[in-house]
């Protein structure tokens, strides 16, 4: 009976785990996909300027966006919001997974020296994509939505890039 008991306890522990990390994974790909929404909102409100080089440069920094940055077709080389050249070389992420449409660079160390990673959007102009809006997000934000810790806090939560 006490083996019976200790099995059913177990596996209900399992599940109860299986549902919080389901549970956190939908967390993230939902933070994930406004953030893609909001980007596509970014570009549509940047095909409506004539000065997308002046818009990025007036975008303030937050706890989501540490970086904007532009480059406009047929250039290597854009800016950022931060005033500095900005190129895709220089974060030199693997640009792996789609979020709503939009690819998602892998992890990386970030000029602040945080992990981070990057979606970038096309932007168009009455059907003529005018360039590419890159957006820099680091993992802090991401931990403020997920919870401390499992179990009364005597287990812990780390986000992994494979």
Request: charged share 25%; with cysteine; glycine share 6%.
């Amino acid at each position: 009976m006490s083996q019976k008991t200790s099995r059913e306890m177990s596996q209900a522990a399992i599940q109860n785990l299986n549902e919080n990390l389901d549970l956190i994974k939908c967390t993230i790909e939902s933070i994930w996909n406004k953030e893609a929404e909001f980007q596509m909102l970014m570009a549509q409100e940047i095909a409506m300027v004539d000065d997308p080089e002046a818009y990025i440069r007036s975008y303030q920094k937050n706890q989501t966006m540490v970086k904007v940055s532009w480059i406009a077709t047929g250039k290597r080389k854009g800016i950022s919001n931060t005033g500095e050249v900005f190129s895709e070389e220089g974060i030199d992420p693997v640009w792996s997974e789609m979020i709503d449409g939009l690819e998602i660079s892998s992890s990386y160390l970030n000029y602040m020296g945080t992990w981070a990673y990057s979606m970038k959007c096309p932007v168009a102009k009455e059907g003529k994509e005018i360039g590419t809006l890159y957006v820099e997000y680091t993992y802090d934000s991401l931990d403020k939505s997920l919870p401390e810790g499992f179990y009364n806090k005597k287990a812990m939560l780390y986000i992994m890039d494979a």
